[in-house]
C-alpha cells in the first residue's frame, strides 16, 4: 500500500502522501485502542452498577443479607468484567464475532438475574436459558473454544482487580495506617493514580489475553477449514 501511495505521491505532492498514510495507518489501528477505552468505561460502569443493586441504600430489591449477598456480589465481579469482554470483542472484532456473541449471552443473562432475581418468572427463565447455553457451549467444538476465551480473559480481569485492590490497600497502608477519608485522599493523591494505574493495567492485561486467544482460536479455525478443503 506505501509503495502504491508513493507511486501516486509522485503526481499528488508530498502532503497528500503524509495525509493518505496516515489515513491508512489511522484506519488499521484505531479499533484497538478505541475498544480498550469501551471495556475500562464499561466494567467500571458496570462494578458500580451492580454493587448499587445489591448493597446500594436505595435498592428497590435488595437479596437477602446471608448468604446470597456474597453470592450477587461474586456475580455482579463476574458481570462487570464480562460487560468489559464484550464491549471489546464488539468493537475490535464486529458483532458478527462468536466469541464476542457468547460474552454478551453470559452478560445479558447475569444482568437481568442481578436487576430482576426478584421475579420468579424471569429467574426461572434466565436459569433455563443459561442451562441450555452451557449444554450447547459443551457439546459443540468451536463454542467450547469461545467459551474457553471468555473464561480465561475474565479470569485473568478478575485476578488482577483482586492483586490490584491487595497491592493498593498495602499501598495506602504505607502511607498512613489507619481508616481513610476525603482527607487523607487529598493529602495522599499518590493512592487513587496508583489505584488507577494499576486498573488499567488490569484491563490491558485482559484485553491481551483475549486478543493473543482470539488469534489462536481463529488460526485453528483457518487451518481447520485448509484441511477440510
Request: charged share 10%.
Amino acid at each position: 500500500m506505501v509503495g502504491d501511495l508513493v507511486e501516486i505521491g509522485e503526481r499528488k505532492g508530498l502532503l497528500w502522501f503524509w495525509l493518505s498514510l496516515a489515513g491508512v495507518v489511522l484506519s488499521s489501528v484505531w479499533r484497538r485502542p478505541l475498544a480498550f477505552v469501551a471495556a475500562f468505561y464499561a466494567g467500571m460502569w458496570a462494578v458500580g452498577g451492580f454493587q448499587m443493586a445489591v448493597v446500594g441504600v436505595h435498592a428497590q430489591h435488595r437479596p437477602p443479607e446471608y448468604p446470597w449477598v456474597p453470592i450477587f456480589l461474586a456475580l455482579g465481579m463476574v458481570g462487570s468484567a464480562l460487560w468489559a469482554m464484550s464491549f471489546y470483542a464488539a468493537i475490535r472484532y464486529g458483532l458478527q464475532d462468536r466469541t464476542g456473541q457468547m460474552a454478551f449471552a453470559w452478560t445479558g443473562l447475569i444482568t437481568t438475574v442481578i436487576y430482576l432475581w426478584w421475579q420468579p418468572v424471569i429467574l426461572g427463565v434466565c436459569i433455563a436459558a443459561a442451562l441450555f447455553l452451557a449444554s450447547v457451549c459443551l457439546l459443540n467444538g468451536k463454542r467450547r473454544k469461545s467459551v474457553l476465551i471468555v473464561a480465561v480473559s475474565v479470569a485473568a480481569l478478575l485476578g488482577a482487580e483482586i492483586l490490584t485492590a491487595f497491592i493498593g490497600s498495602r499501598y495506602q497502608h504505607f502511607l498512613l495506617s489507619g481508616p481513610w477519608g476525603t482527607r487523607e485522599w487529598e493529602e495522599h493523591p499518590s493512592a487513587s493514580w496508583a489505584y488507577g494505574c494499576m486498573l488499567v493495567l488490569s484491563f490491558w492485561v485482559a484485553t491481551a489475553v483475549w486478543s493473543r486467544m482470539h488469534n489462536w482460536l481463529t488460526r485453528s479455525q483457518r487451518l481447520e477449514s485448509e484441511v477440510d478443503g
